[in-house]
């Protein structure tokens, strides 16, 4: 019987390791073609993610009518996404209008699978969201005033949205496609690797022995670790599943170890080079160089770990936490050892990037390729084909999870986007912005960080993003902005969620492993992670902040400026040494020296 089962798993897994390698594949060989029209990569890319969600997820709690159900979606689903590519020159001809009842069930077969997508891949918010956008659509000609709009055409209200490049296969998910999948793939195979291993050891290595080192080093694994991963919650769950026991087993209080992973967790979606699928997607949005946009963010994400930093420092004082002991600490050869497999790839990656100038896509495939090279030795330098094998199957099988779980929330993201331009209602968002703030542009930032924070709470970091910006963004720009600071302030609050109750993901993963209330884990991580909702408003009235490659000296001064203020708030929100009224001086003073522009 045992023999049997085995068979079944080696079976499901060769069938499982077949479909992530093809889906590898398939984003990789993109890069280096890139003439496959839209309406053929765009549905394969969907096509390829649909088996990851429907019946390669892992959930006990799914009941057996749900299963059904999906299987029932995925087919249909994939039929028509088979229709679309193999009919794209005849559809591309209808100008996004529907003709017949098989474009009819085309067109809603894959409305649904896509809201079913996010659905099982995220929470119930994002979908439900995109189905009340749908609605508006369909029906909002029925609403009175200012946010009624015409009536639109059945068929070509869903023709636009599903077979043309308006709604589920327009720009976000070809950035989906093109960019951020490849990113991904690269981070599943420096990850899988060593690569991990070699974050972790150097964080160790190089803040191990100072006061509160333990905290340090997790506040550098997350930063580093990050930069490729793009995710809070899964920061928290690899690098906090070592850094959170090693600081319990130093006497750390249990819910400042958890504050402390969640708030640098948060931080390594800011952190360049790769901050996530957020980053990409600003660089296609904006239509610049991705090198513009980690020049634009270095500063910024330098000071939000500062602040982070700092705060652990105070509070090591307050608890007498200590170094780690030299057992824990790796030898200097191990990290020379560990050092090439994150430097071969990151350094190929950013030597292509900024040296010689290629796109981000062929940059990280280079990357990829070096990755791929490094799984063949372990960190003696030692050949196994046997563990390569293991590791390249495994880098792939999670990458493909990872690109499943960012498309289902992109496309999506890509609906209500579609019904916005469609009907027109984003300039009339817009315009009630406007007329609430009444020409301040304070009122204006308030109103639009409220709004990515509100957002943020139920939908993923990267939808509330790519949803804010696309209604807010041309808001600020109207003030004065530019449009790299409109992209880079809702970026940075679409984060707030992770840390900010009630829903502060990252702050209920940290607890759970640290065995802490929750509760106590936020207030500890909102002093931590102050910089999340300072620095933004700091670079807004101080624009040189995020200007180091056009205004290098007075970009350096107004980071010394802002450092110097977040200090003094850090130490005025965690050092309860001081009375309460000079701790209500040092913030209002700190507030100052932050927020009076240069």
Same mark, same amino acid.
């Given at each position: 019987?045992?023999?049997?089962?085995?068979? *079944?798993?080696?079976?499901?897994?060769?069938?499982?390791?077949?479909?992530? =390698?093809?889906?590898?594949?398939?984003?990789?060989?993109?890069?280096?073609?890139?003439?496959?029209?839209?309406?053929?990569?765009?549905?394969?890319?969907?096509?390829?993610?649909?088996?990851?969600?429907?019946?390669?997820?892992?959930?006990?709690?799914?009941?057996?009518?749900?299963?059904?159900?999906?299987?029932?979606?995925?087919?249909?689903?994939?039929?028509?996404?088979?229709?679309? %590519?193999?009919?794209?020159?005849?559809?591309?001809?209808?100008?996004?209008?529907?003709?017949?009842?098989?474009?009819?069930?085309?067109? =809603?077969?894959?409305?649904?699978?896509?809201?079913?997508?996010?659905?099982?891949?995220?929470?119930?918010?994002?979908?439900?969201?995109? $189905?009340?956008?749908?609605?508006?659509?369909?029906?909002?000609?029925?609403?009175?005033?200012?946010?009624?709009?015409?009536?639109?055409?059945?068929?070509?209200?869903?023709?636009?949205?599903v077979i043309a490049e308006g709604g589920i296969y327009g720009s976000l998910t070809g950035i989906s496609v093109n960019v951020v999948a490849v990113f991904v793939i690269l981070g599943a195979f420096v990850g899988i690797g060593e690569g991990g291993n070699a974050f972790m050891a150097m964080s160790t290595k190089l803040a191990g022995k100072?006061?509160?080192?333990?905290?340090?080093?997790?506040?550098?694994?997350?930063?580093?670790?990050?930069?490729?991963?793009?995710?809070?919650?899964?920061?928290?769950?690899?690098?906090?599943?070592?850094?959170?026991?090693?600081?319990?087993?130093?006497?750390?209080?249990?819910?400042?170890?958890?504050?402390?992973?969640?708030?640098?967790?948060?931080?390594?979606?800011?952190?360049?080079?790769?901050?996530?699928?957020? $980053?990409?997607?600003?660089?296609?949005?904006?239509?610049?160089?991705?090198?513009?946009?980690?020049?634009?963010?270095?500063?910024?994400?330098?000071?939000?770990?500062?602040?982070?930093?700092?705060?652990?420092?105070?509070?090591?004082?307050?608890?007498?936490?200590?170094?780690?002991?030299?057992?824990?600490?790796?030898?200097?050869?191990?990290?020379?050892?560990?050092?090439?497999?994150?430097?071969?790839?990151?350094?190929?990656?950013?030597?292509?990037?900024?040296?010689?100038?290629?796109?981000?896509?062929?940059?990280?495939?280079?990357?990829?390729?070096?990755?791929?090279?490094?799984?063949?030795?372990?960190?003696?330098?030692?050949?196994?084909?046997?563990?390569?094998?293991?590791?390249?199957?495994?880098?792939?099988?999670?990458?493909?999870? *990872?690109?499943?779980?960012?498309?289902?929330?992109? =496309?999506?993201?890509?609906?209500?986007?579609?019904?916005?331009?469609?009907?027109?209602?984003?300039?009339?968002?817009?315009?009630?912005?406007?007329?609430?703030?009444?020409?301040?542009?304070?009122?204006?930032?308030?109103?639009?960080?409220?709004?990515?924070? %509100?957002?943020?709470?139920?939908?993923?970091?990267?939808?509330?993003?790519?949803?804010?910006?696309?209604?807010?963004?041309?808001?600020?720009?109207?003030?004065?902005?530019?449009?790299?600071?409109?992209?880079?302030?809702?970026?940075?609050?679409?984060?707030?969620?992770?840390?900010?109750?009630?829903?502060?993901?990252?702050?209920?993963?940290?607890?759970?492993?640290?065995?802490?209330?929750?509760?106590?884990?936020?207030?500890?991580?909102?002093?931590?992670?102050?910089?999340?909702?300072?620095?933004?408003?700091?670079?807004?009235?101080?624009?040189?902040? %995020?200007?180091?490659?056009?205004?290098?000296?007075?970009?350096?001064?107004?980071?010394?400026?802002?450092?110097?203020?977040?200090?003094?708030?850090?130490?005025?929100?965690?050092?309860?040494?001081?009375?309460?009224?000079?701790?209500?001086?040092?913030?209002?003073?700190?507030?100052?020296?932050?927020?009076?522009?240069?």
């Open positions: 019987m045992s023999q049997n089962i085995q068979k *079944q798993l080696s079976v499901k897994y060769l069938i499982v390791a077949i479909l992530a =390698i093809f889906t590898v594949g398939f984003h990789i060989y993109l890069i280096f073609t890139g003439l496959m029209p839209n309406l053929v990569s765009r549905p394969l890319h969907l096509a390829l993610v649909l088996p990851w969600v429907f019946l390669l997820t892992e959930n006990e709690n799914i009941s057996k009518l749900t299963k059904y159900i999906g299987y029932i979606i995925l087919i249909c689903a994939l039929y028509s996404s088979y229709y679309i %590519i193999t009919n794209y020159i005849y559809l591309e001809d209808q100008y996004g209008s529907l003709e017949g009842n098989l474009q009819y069930f085309v067109a =809603i077969s894959l409305l649904i699978a896509v809201l079913e997508m996010a659905r099982r891949a995220v929470k119930l918010a994002l979908p439900l969201t995109a $189905a009340i956008a749908l609605a508006y659509g369909l029906w909002g000609h029925y609403i009175p005033g200012e946010f009624g709009h015409q009536q639109i055409p059945l068929d070509s209200f869903l023709g636009t949205l100072l006061r509160g080192g333990a905290s340090k080093v997790s506040v550098l694994a997350s930063g580093f670790f990050g930069s490729i991963s793009g995710s809070a919650s899964a920061n928290v769950a690899s690098t906090g599943s070592f850094t959170i026991p090693t600081m319990k087993r130093l006497n750390y209080p249990p819910s400042l170890a958890a504050a402390v992973e969640a708030v640098a967790s948060t931080g390594g979606q800011i952190m360049p080079p790769l901050m996530g699928a957020g $980053a990409f997607i600003m660089a296609e949005l904006l239509n610049v160089q991705y090198s513009k946009i980690m020049a634009s963010a270095i500063f910024p994400a330098i000071l939000f770990f500062f602040t982070v930093w700092i705060g652990i420092d105070v509070f090591a004082k307050r608890y007498k936490l200590v170094a780690m002991a030299n057992e824990d600490i790796p030898k200097i050869d191990l990290v020379l050892k560990l050092s090439p497999f994150f430097a071969i790839p990151f350094g190929i990656l950013l030597y292509a990037l900024l040296v010689i100038g290629k796109t981000p896509q062929f940059s990280a495939a280079l990357a990829i390729f070096a990755s791929i090279f490094l799984l063949l030795v372990d960190r003696n330098w030692s050949i196994s084909i046997k563990e390569f094998v293991y590791k390249f199957l495994s880098a792939c099988i999670t990458a493909s999870k *990872q690109i499943a779980m960012i498309a289902s929330v992109i =496309i999506c993201a890509g609906i209500i986007i579609g019904v916005l331009n469609i009907t027109g209602v984003g300039v009339k968002i817009t315009s009630a912005i406007l007329y609430l703030s009444n020409g301040e542009l304070y009122i204006a930032l308030i109103l639009t960080a409220l709004a990515c924070l %509100i957002l943020g709470m139920e939908v993923p970091t990267t939808a509330a993003y790519i949803i804010c910006v696309s209604v807010a963004g041309p808001i600020l720009q109207e003030f004065g902005l530019s449009a790299i600071q409109a992209h880079l302030f809702i970026f940075w609050f679409a984060l707030l969620s992770t840390i900010t109750p009630p829903v502060c993901g990252t702050v209920f993963i940290a607890s759970g492993i640290a065995q802490s209330n929750w509760l106590h884990v936020v207030a500890k991580a909102m002093k931590l992670g102050i910089g999340l909702y300072v620095v933004p408003i700091a670079f807004i009235l101080n624009p040189y902040l %995020i200007k180091p490659d056009e205004f290098f000296t007075l970009a350096f001064i107004s980071f010394i400026k802002v450092a110097l203020g977040l200090w003094i708030l850090s130490n005025a929100l965690v050092n309860d040494k001081y009375k309460l009224y000079l701790r209500a001086v040092m913030i209002l003073l700190a507030l100052l020296v932050i927020l009076y522009p240069l």
